[in-house]
């Protein structure tokens, strides 16, 4: 499909300031150049154009907002000024599989002054010897050079904080799992109440019995000293029949 009829199909019935992002992978331009595109899309944040058979960034609108940009297995080997004047804010840049090789090249992004990750995959740049040191000392501005910064420490955040990640899922997973755990300690607080409730329940059936008890040894204890009145009386009663 060209660029512009996937672009169409992509956007639907959405009016251009209301994309936010836009994945046009796989789609071909016949004359090398980005079609179907305009100013209008002022609010996209993240383009992809992988794969789509791109030589030239000359016809690139102008987008202010965009953080993003993956051209990834295109044709591009120069003309990188237009990303910093038609994308001033961007801060992310992925560049594999391009034509790109010499590190020359890359002085054009020194101007984005934003740009914090940029990845050079696959081109032939990046066989060269020292090609990390010259692009680090070339871009300062950079944190990540194909996922890894100036010590190798890997870069953690993949997306680079695009548009439609999975950090709102994730805070609102923790949230859940938050207010689980004060479920948990709501119903184990409930549990060890019922417990105790239980526990002092015995108690006053034991102290209950116990009184019992005493109460039926009392009356034991009367019953059988009236037995023996009785009998003392019988006895009395039997000594006067003899006299």
Do not use: W
């Amino acid at each position: 499909m060209d660029f512009k009829k996937r672009i169409e199909k992509e956007v639907g019935s959405r009016k251009p300031e209301e994309v936010f992002e836009l994945v046009v992978d796989n789609s071909r331009s016949g004359d090398g150049q980005i079609v179907g595109l305009s100013d209008e899309y002022k609010e996209l944040e993240f383009l992809s154009m992988v794969n789509s058979g791109l030589t030239s960034l000359a016809k690139l609108p102008s987008l202010p907002k965009l953080r993003k940009l993956d051209i990834s297995d295109n044709s591009i080997s120069g003309g990188l000024e237009t990303l910093s004047e038609k994308c001033p804010n961007l801060t992310y840049l992925v560049l594999s599989g391009n034509g790109i090789k010499e590190t020359s090249a890359m002085e054009a992004l020194q101007n984005l002054k934003s740009l914090k990750r940029l990845d050079l995959f696959n081109c032939d740049v990046a066989s060269q010897d020292d090609y990390r040191e010259n692009i680090f000392e070339l871009l300062p501005q950079l944190t990540f050079l194909d996922g890894f910064d100036q010590d190798d420490n890997e870069d953690e955040d993949e997306d680079g904080g695009a548009p439609g990640d999975d950090d709102d899922e994730d805070d609102e997973d923790e949230d859940e799992d938050d207010e689980g755990s004060e479920g948990d300690e709501v119903g184990l607080s409930y549990l060890m109440k019922d417990g105790i409730q239980d526990e002092e329940d015995d108690d006053d059936y034991v102290e209950e019995e116990e009184e019992d008890d005493v109460d039926g040894d009392e009356d034991g204890a009367v019953a059988h000293g009236e037995k023996r009145k009785r009998d003392q009386e019988d006895e009395g009663d039997d000594d006067e029949d003899d006299d």
